[in-house]
């Protein structure tokens, strides 16, 4: 008999550590759920309650009860036309917009550094695609969103568009004001989805940043990322009158849903409703007041929406998460590793810092012993060869769509024979994360050159392997 549980096992044995979670979920491993009576009597009941599609609780894919009331009042809430639960992620729900959205063929502006369920859907959709630029702070070592004036540039490029997909706000929790550009988006007829992963929360305080939905035909955010809701647990809301959205969340998502995540995600809509705008106070008066503390101790820096701003760029910093950066020279993977040392379990690094996703679950203990953990660093042990780390801008030239070559023959050749070649792979320094070449796309001198150097830096660049790229063989 094997007795081994090694996934079960590691799991209680991270649960007894105690780490304290900077990072997803939004309901800090349960804490989130102790707000008031009935999310302590879920939580406590939580094992107890997985259930299927029996006696009153409705059905997930044809909701006429509960379900269709819960969504109705998150719908209501998030002033949309529609609301949906989503039980397997952000991901199911950027897949049944884009499909309900657009058809086979269509042409759509897409931000170039979207998340992997985006591209997934142009592939499987097969839609044509002109890229949105994605920009980079050399300054913070941070990616930045695309702002008006970069799609204004991809819609100068766009024969016949027939929507745009966006991602706001990005992985650091940084958007841009698109009010002017979505409207006037709007006006011409265009489709717009959002990519919301991480802005549940948006819109319920004034210290946040505002909620991009009312703008949207689709947004699509996940609940478990920031709120009181278990893993895997998203909303989309629907503006689109003429959608069929229904078919393909039920194409996208689970036939055995869990009720779990379905009741958490009740739960997180009446957190929102009840909680939101006094707890995010609370806060981010906490986070503002400690970002002061950490950022004396000149070690780190804990960045503020004025270090993101320029004469020509203004962005919104969501102010309930912590980019953390670092001076040039000294490593973010390092800090991240300090930090989990103290147990402090950071959401990421990157090249030059971390970024923490707070929630109004952390306490000021929480906050003090982060405090602490920066107080005692040792700022040589995070000490790392300067890479002189900066984003090259390229002239790019696509050659075939992503689903064109999803399935194309393919060889590997090296870089030097590469040149005038289409690319198979995704071509991606890491850092700084954003595609110098995508799938379809011609690889150029300037490319190879581009390579060169981000390798001369010791830079991990993916779809490159040794000195080898994929391209398509065109027949």
């Given at each position: 008999?094997?007795?081994?549980?090694?996934l079960?096992?590691?799991?209680?044995?991270?649960?007894?550590?105690?780490?304290?979670?900077?990072?997803?979920?939004?309901?800090?491993?349960?804490?989130?759920?102790l707000?008031?009576?009935?999310?302590?009597?879920?939580?406590?009941?939580?094992g107890?309650l997985?259930?299927?599609?029996?006696?009153?609780?409705d059905n997930?894919?044809?909701?006429?009860?509960?379900?269709?009331?819960?969504?109705?009042?998150?719908?209501d809430?998030?002033?949309?036309?529609?609301?949906?639960?989503?039980?397997?992620?952000s991901s199911?729900?950027?897949?049944?917009?884009?499909?309900?959205?657009f058809n086979?063929?269509?042409e759509?502006?897409?931000?170039?550094?979207?998340?992997?369920?985006?591209?997934?859907?142009?592939?499987?959709?097969?839609?044509?695609?002109?890229?949105?630029?994605?920009?980079?702070?050399?300054?913070n070592?941070?990616?930045?969103?695309?702002?008006?004036?970069d799609?204004?540039?991809?819609?100068g490029?766009?024969?016949n568009?027939?929507?745009?997909?966006?991602?706001?706000?990005?992985?650091?929790?940084?958007?841009?004001?698109?009010?002017?550009?979505?409207?006037?988006?709007?006006?011409?007829?265009?489709?717009?989805?959002?990519?919301?992963?991480?802005?549940a929360?948006?819109g319920f305080?004034?210290?946040?940043p505002?909620?991009?939905?009312?703008?949207?035909?689709y947004?699509?955010?996940?609940?478990?990322?920031?709120?009181?809701?278990?893993t895997?647990?998203?909303?989309?809301?629907?503006?689109?009158?003429?959608?069929?959205?229904?078919?393909?969340?039920?194409?996208?998502?689970?036939?055995?849903?869990?009720?779990?995540?379905?009741?958490?995600l009740?739960?997180?809509?009446?957190?929102?409703?009840?909680?939101?705008?006094?707890?995010y106070s609370?806060?981010i008066?906490?986070?503002?007041?400690?970002?002061?503390?950490?950022?004396?101790?000149?070690?780190?820096?804990?960045?503020?929406q004025?270090?993101?701003?320029?004469?020509?760029k203004s962005?919104e910093?969501?102010?309930?998460?912590?980019i953390?950066?670092l001076?040039?020279?000294?490593s973010?993977n390092?800090?991240?590793d300090?930090?989990?040392?103290?147990?402090?379990?950071?959401?990421?690094?990157?090249?030059?810092?971390?970024?923490l996703?707070?929630?109004?679950?952390n306490?000021?203990?929480?906050?003090?012993?982060?405090y602490?953990?920066?107080?005692?660093?040792?700022?040589?042990k995070?000490?790392?060869?300067?890479?002189?780390?900066?984003?090259?801008k390229?002239?790019?030239?696509?050659?075939?769509e992503?689903?064109e070559?999803?399935n194309?023959?393919y060889r590997?050749?090296?870089?030097?024979?590469?040149?005038?070649?289409?690319?198979?792979?995704?071509?991606?320094?890491?850092?700084?994360?954003?595609?110098?070449?995508?799938?379809?796309e011609?690889i150029?001198?300037?490319?190879?050159?581009?390579?060169?150097?981000?390798?001369?830096?010791?830079?991990?660049?993916?779809?490159?392997h040794?000195?080898s790229?994929?391209i398509?063989?065109?027949?």
């Amino acid at each position: 008999m094997n007795n081994k549980l090694p996934l079960l096992e590691e799991l209680l044995k991270y649960h007894k550590e105690k780490k304290l979670i900077l990072s997803m979920p939004g309901n800090k491993c349960g804490i989130g759920f102790l707000k008031d009576d009935i999310g302590r009597e879920f939580l406590n009941k939580m094992g107890y309650l997985d259930i299927t599609e029996v006696g009153n609780l409705d059905n997930f894919h044809h909701a006429e009860g509960v379900i269709k009331e819960a969504q109705d009042l998150l719908a209501d809430l998030y002033k949309a036309d529609r609301g949906y639960f989503l039980v397997n992620g952000s991901s199911s729900g950027n897949l049944a917009s884009i499909f309900s959205a657009f058809n086979e063929g269509d042409e759509v502006l897409v931000e170039r550094n979207c998340h992997k369920s985006i591209y997934n859907a142009l592939i499987l959709r097969k839609l044509k695609v002109v890229y949105i630029e994605s920009d980079f702070d050399l300054e913070n070592g941070i990616i930045l969103p695309c702002n008006e004036i970069d799609i204004e540039k991809a819609l100068g490029k766009a024969e016949n568009p027939k929507g745009i997909i966006l991602t706001s706000p990005n992985y650091y929790g940084v958007s841009c004001n698109l009010d002017d550009i979505l409207k006037k988006l709007k006006s011409k007829g265009l489709k717009i989805v959002v990519d919301a992963a991480h802005g549940a929360h948006y819109g319920f305080n004034q210290k946040l940043p505002k909620s991009i939905v009312e703008l949207a035909d689709y947004t699509v955010t996940s609940a478990h990322k920031t709120l009181p809701a278990l893993t895997q647990g998203a909303y989309l809301l629907v503006n689109d009158p003429s959608s069929n959205v229904e078919f393909f969340i039920s194409a996208f998502n689970t036939t055995s849903p869990s009720y779990l995540i379905m009741s958490s995600l009740d739960y997180a809509r009446h957190y929102l409703e009840n909680y939101a705008e006094q707890d995010y106070s609370k806060l981010i008066d906490l986070a503002q007041s400690y970002k002061k503390k950490i950022n004396s101790l000149n070690k780190v820096k804990v960045l503020s929406q004025n270090d993101l701003n320029s004469s020509k760029k203004s962005y919104e910093l969501d102010e309930s998460r912590y980019i953390m950066t670092l001076p040039s020279g000294y490593s973010g993977n390092k800090l991240l590793d300090y930090l989990l040392e103290n147990k402090i379990q950071s959401e990421m690094s990157f090249s030059r810092g971390v970024v923490l996703i707070l929630s109004p679950f952390n306490t000021v203990d929480d906050f003090e012993k982060l405090y602490r953990a920066i107080m005692l660093l040792d700022m040589k042990k995070l000490r790392e060869e300067e890479k002189n780390l900066e984003y090259i801008k390229l002239t790019r030239k696509k050659i075939l769509e992503p689903f064109e070559v999803h399935n194309a023959k393919y060889r590997e050749v090296d870089l030097f024979e590469a040149i005038g070649e289409i690319s198979k792979d995704f071509i991606v320094p890491y850092p700084p994360g954003i595609p110098i070449v995508l799938p379809g796309e011609e690889i150029t001198q300037e490319v190879i050159d581009a390579i060169i150097w981000y390798k001369s830096k010791f830079i991990s660049i993916l779809g490159v392997h040794r000195n080898s790229i994929k391209i398509v063989l065109v027949e």
